[in-house]
């Protein structure tokens, strides 16, 4: 988006994912705004932005966080919008591994990203927590490691 010529901002609780975007960033000398904060607390005005990218990003945690994340994606969101999304599929290899912490939400014991919770959806499950978007597209996607299918979305706030 940057490329673009985009005004672009990014949010990681980590600063090793800010640290590596803005290496990327400064590589293709490109302007990005990095904010250390949580999907749930995002540090911006209602109604701030055209579009909302969350790759990745929001399935970090367990349901209530993920209703968190998209009502603060909703409050941030100037209509119309674009919310760009992926979520964890059911379908994933990896449901079901871990400690079960709460309903569809298991704690890494294994792998990258150890320790840190995971929640995944069905079809119906997410389409119920994306219910206040007009779905454009929803597409259940396995990404480069085998196994490892998300859900892919685009859905827009209309006015």
Same mark, same amino acid.
């Given at each position: $988006?940057?490329?673009?010529g985009?005004?672009?901002?990014?949010?990681?609780?980590?600063?090793?994912?800010?640290? $590596?975007?803005?290496?990327?960033?400064?590589?293709?000398?490109?302007?990005?705004?990095?904010?250390?904060?949580?999907?749930?607390?995002?540090?911006?005005?209602?109604?701030?932005?055209d579009?909302?990218?969350?790759?990745?990003?929001?399935?970090?945690?367990?349901?209530?966080?993920?209703?968190?994340?998209?009502?603060?994606?909703?409050?941030?969101?100037?209509?119309?919008?674009?919310?760009?999304?992926?979520?964890?599929?059911?379908?994933?290899?990896?449901?079901?591994?871990?400690?079960?912490?709460?309903?569809?939400?298991?704690l890494?014991?294994?792998?990258?990203?150890?320790?840190?919770?995971?929640?995944?959806?069905?079809?119906?499950?997410?389409?119920? !927590?994306l219910?206040?978007?007009?779905?454009?597209? !929803?597409?259940?996607?396995?990404?480069?490691?085998?196994?490892?299918?998300h859900?892919?979305?685009?859905?827009?706030?209309?006015?």
């Amino acid at each position: $988006f940057a490329e673009r010529g985009l005004e672009v901002y990014s949010v990681d609780q980590s600063y090793s994912g800010l640290n $590596f975007l803005r290496r990327a960033a400064v590589a293709r000398n490109l302007r990005i705004g990095l904010t250390l904060s949580s999907f749930r607390e995002l540090p911006y005005r209602n109604n701030s932005f055209d579009a909302v990218l969350a790759f990745n990003v929001i399935y970090h945690g367990n349901r209530d966080s993920v209703v968190e994340s998209i009502k603060e994606i909703i409050r941030i969101s100037r209509r119309p919008t674009l919310f760009f999304g992926t979520m964890l599929s059911k379908r994933n290899d990896d449901f079901g591994l871990g400690t079960l912490v709460s309903e569809s939400t298991f704690l890494r014991t294994h792998g990258y990203d150890a320790g840190h919770p995971h929640f995944y959806v069905d079809k119906a499950e997410l389409t119920e !927590l994306l219910s206040k978007f007009e779905l454009l597209s !929803l597409e259940e996607t396995e990404h480069q490691q085998p196994g490892s299918w998300h859900w892919h979305f685009v859905a827009t706030l209309e006015p």
